[in-house]
Structure formats: structure tokens, C-alpha cells
């Protein structure tokens, strides 16, 4: 079967943390592989997808997006749900829509790929007899830690946070009962009872698709396809196919931040900035403004107002503008020295600046791998979802980061310790150490996508196996006759 021929819808989840890396995926099947690709959108009123595509102007001219009607869930969730649970949720009510679109279309795609929040959209893929794949858009370690999952669900007893030894996952590096990502947290909690589930049913895919690459997780990758306790609840096939982040986009004239960065030596600007969920509370936010002052660095800063924000929240607090919840004066004091950017930054155009030396991020997966494509060395600052468990890979495993010595998610870091980090990630010769470690990530990333490079090999795989399944579904179709 000519593999330009194919056909693969993939169903794209709410929030940038899940779209963009999905968005990113169609956009390679469509230009490196020459595969059709349909990209149905679950939208509600409270995450309007649309007008986020917007921002990666490169895809509407290669790819179709469908956006599936608005979801109201609102009578559906408990006062209090996890965004886990309020997408997975968003994800089971879309499945009428999902249906009916993929049944309306002129030439029904030959294959699913879902997000790993979506596998329930399985059934959809066995009505419609197509090939499905799970898309991961995180670590091996954290796919092999949900896939595990379900056992430890019947072997151990109360909490994780509450065990005394890390957690085994066969042929993998143990998991810190401290690291285990968020739906772990509460056992009694709604959003455990999904992820267990959706444990149990990566194994009912095809295979798994996961935005990572060979080199970066090379042990971590061969227990998930060759570890003998591991496979019995894998099952399937797992394919390494990242990175895949967002390209540097032209903005066309220069705005007065880059104008900005384009006035600074080298390596020289820390980049501070927690992705579009990660708020502080006002005093973290203090202690975070007084850490950049003292640290004497340049910084370019995205302030959102924070957790306390109310409508005084983000009220001017001193003559020269400065919001409450920074310190007095601080606008006017940093004004030769950083850029403070309300709410939004172009992030990948930040980091791909050649006068970014550092970036203090929450350590979602997507803003990692940004980081590490164009060589970045970084502070993790963890708050929610995997990101620990991501935070513990980037300092202790990969050796490109440094961390707080408490949790950011339960406790203030204090400014000292924030001036510590920042000057030795920019200054210090631990810093130098991890910035060449970093440039030589970028250079096994960048490889490992080129053509015969693992993750595009890995892409092939895909299709290939998609192929197989397809030409022996003819078969058995024309046996019948």
C-alpha cells in the first residue's frame, strides 16, 4: 500500500499542554511522511482551541482541523475536580461528536491515534474497524509508570505519597513516592480511578506513540519493549517518535522584547516563565521577583497575577506600576536589567534567542523539550501533573538542571535560594557543565528526527504496521467472497 494514500484522524485534546504536541505530530505525518491527516479538536466554552491554532500559523496551511462543537460539562463534574478529570470527562462526552464527523467524512480515515486522555475513544475505532494508537506527549518513564500503575493498584496498600521505598516499575529507575505525578496523589479521588483505567487501556491499543526519543531515554525505552515483567502488561508496541515541539515562527517586524534580547551578550537572559497553567502564590511571587533582583542576571519574566488573584489582584501597588504582589519599585529597578511580559510569551522565539542562557520552568514536558532543542540548561520548578517526576529526570538523570531543595508545590522558595540557582545555571561552572550537556541533548534530538534518524525511523514503523493491519483487513474482507 502507498503510505500517501493513508488517512489518520487524530482526536486532539483541549489545553496547549496536550494540543500542541498533537498538533505537532499530524504536522510531521503530513509533511515528512506524506500522510493525510485529519485533526478533530474537542472544544468547550472554557478553552476556546480555535484562537490557541492561531498561534502556530504554520498548521493551518498543511493540515484539516475539525473543531468539534463546544462541550458543557459543567453538570457533570464534582465542585473541586482535577483538570485530569475534567478533560477525561470532556474527552467521554465528545465521543457522540467524534463519531458522527469521522462517519460524515467523504473518505473515512484507515487509523485513530488518540490522546492518552482519550483512549475511550477506542470503541470508536473498533465500529469503525481502524488500526488505533495512543499518542503520549510525555516521557517513556511516565507511560511506564502508567502502565504500571494498575498493579501497584492491587499489590500495594494506602498511599503512595505514604510508602516508605520508591516504587519498582520493572527494568525502569524507581519512582520517589514524593515524585509520583498528581493523579497518584489520592487513591480515593476520581482522578486515580481514571488513570488506572486508562493504564489498563494503552494495552488495548495498537501501540504507543510517545514524544520522546532513543537516546534520551534509551533504558527506560527497552524495558517497555523488551523487559519480560514489564511486557506481560504492555503488550504492545511502543514507538519513540519526538521531539516534537513547535517551530520557530517569523514574526515578521521585531517586537521591543526581541529588540531587547537582541541588545544582550550572549547566553546572558534567564527566561522565567511557568506554561499557561502554572500560577504562584503572592508571597512565592515576591520571593521570586527579589531571587532575579539579587541574582544581578538579566531575565525576561512571563508575571501572571497569582493563585490569590482577585479583582485587587492586579492592581498597580506603587508609582511606577508595579503590581502588589511584587515588590515596591521593583518595574523601575529592573528596568536595564530584565523585561517583565504580562501573561503571554512567545516562548519557542525566547528560548531559540542566542542571548538565552537559562529558563526556570515548571518542567511540563513540552517546555522541556523546547528547552533542549535549542540547548538551554534549566531550574525546575514543578507544580503539577508529571512534572516532578519530570524535574527528578532533568537534574538527577540528564544532569541539565538544577532544583529547589523544597517542593515549590507545598512550600516558598526562598529568594536566597532563587539568587543560588539562577547564578549557578548562569554563572557558576556547574552551569557550563550542564549548558554543553544541554547542546549535546540538542544534537541527539535533532538527529534522531532527521531521515534514517530513530524517531523518524520510528514514524515508518508506525505506518508500516498501520499498513499490515489494513492489507490484512482486505484480506480477510475478500476471503469472505
Not at 193 to 203: D, H, K, L, N, T
Not at 297 to 308: D, H, L, T
Request: proline share 7%; aromatic share 8%; hydrophobic share 40%.
Amino acid at each position: 500500500m502507498d503510505s500517501s494514500k493513508l488517512h489518520f484522524a487524530i482526536v486532539a485534546c483541549p489545553g496547549m499542554g496536550h494540543l500542541i504536541p498533537e498538533l505537532m505530530l499530524a504536522e510531521r505525518l503530513v509533511t515528512h511522511h506524506h500522510i493525510q491527516v485529519t485533526v478533530l479538536v474537542v472544544t468547550t466554552h472554557s478553552w476556546p482551541s480555535q484562537s490557541q491554532i492561531l498561534h502556530l500559523p504554520n498548521v493551518a496551511k498543511t493540515l484539516h482541523v475539525i473543531y468539534l462543537p463546544p462541550l458543557d460539562i459543567s453538570g457533570l463534574l464534582d465542585p473541586g475536580a482535577t483538570y485530569v478529570t475534567q478533560i477525561v470527562v470532556m474527552m467521554r462526552e465528545a465521543r457522540p461528536a467524534i463519531r458522527s464527523t469521522i462517519s460524515s467524512m467523504n473518505r473515512r480515515p484507515d487509523a485513530l491515534i488518540v490522546d492518552l486522555l482519550g483512549t475511550e475513544s477506542f470503541v470508536i475505532a473498533d465500529e469503525f474497524d481502524m488500526p488505533k494508537y495512543v499518542y503520549i506527549p510525555s516521557t517513556a518513564w511516565f507511560t511506564a509508570l502508567t502502565f504500571y500503575c494498575p498493579v501497584f493498584d492491587k499489590e500495594l496498600k494506602g498511599q503512595y505519597v505514604d510508602q516508605s521505598d520508591p516504587l519498582a516499575v520493572p527494568g525502569c529507575t524507581p519512582v520517589r513516592p514524593e515524585d509520583v505525578v498528581e493523579p497518584m496523589l489520592d487513591r480515593n479521588d476520581q482522578t486515580y480511578r481514571e488513570y488506572v483505567r486508562m493504564g489498563i487501556e494503552f494495552s488495548q491499543s495498537d501501540g504507543i506513540l510517545i514524544n520522546t526519543w532513543n537516546d534520551l531515554e534509551c533504558s527506560t525505552l527497552r524495558a517497555l519493549r523488551q523487559n519480560e515483567t514489564l511486557q506481560s502488561v504492555v503488550k504492545v508496541p511502543v514507538y519513540a517518535v519526538g521531539p516534537l515541539t513547535r517551530p520557530v515562527q517569523s514574526s515578521g517586524s521585531p517586537s521591543e522584547l526581541s529588540k531587547w534580547l537582541h541588545m544582550q551578550p550572549g547566553e546572558s537572559v534567564i527566561y522565567v516563565s511557568f506554561g499557561s497553567g502554572g500560577l504562584l502564590s503572592a508571597e512565592q511571587m515576591t520571593e521570586l521577583a527579589w531571587g532575579l533582583e539579587l541574582s544581578r542576571q538579566r531575565f525576561v519574566w512571563v508575571v501572571r497575577p497569582p493563585i490569590e488573584g482577585s479583582a485587587d489582584a492586579s492592581r498597580n501597588g506603587s508609582e511606577d506600576g508595579t503590581p502588589d504582589y511584587l515588590p515596591d519599585g521593583f518595574l523601575t529597578r529592573a528596568h536595564n536589567v530584565g523585561v517583565v511580559v504580562p501573561h503571554w510569551a512567545p516562548q519557542v522565539e525566547i528560548l531559540s534567542h542566542p542571548s538565552i542562557g537559562g529558563f526556570l520552568s515548571h518542567c511540563g514536558w513540552n517546555s522541556n523539550l523546547e528547552s533542549i532543542v535549542h540547548g538551554v540548561p534549566m531550574i525546575a520548578w514543578p507544580l503539577y501533573a508529571e512534572q516532578r517526576l519530570n524535574a527528578t529526570m532533568l537534574t538527577e538523570e540528564m544532569r541539565v538542571a538544577v532544583r529547589p531543595r523544597v517542593s515549590p508545590a507545598k512550600e516558598v522558595v526562598r529568594r536566597e535560594e532563587i539568587e543560588r540557582m539562577v547564578r549557578s545555571v548562569m554563572e557558576s561552572k556547574e552551569g557550563k557543565v550542564m549548558r554543553e550537556k544541554m547542546k549535546e541533548l540538542k544534537y541527539s534530538a535533532e538527529k534522531a528526527l532527521k531521515k534514517d534518524g530513530s524517531s523518524y525511523n520510528s514514524l515508518c514503523e508506525v505506518i508500516k504496521d498501520c499498513e499490515v493491519r489494513l492489507e490484512s483487513k482486505k484480506a480477510k474482507v475478500g476471503s469472505q467472497y
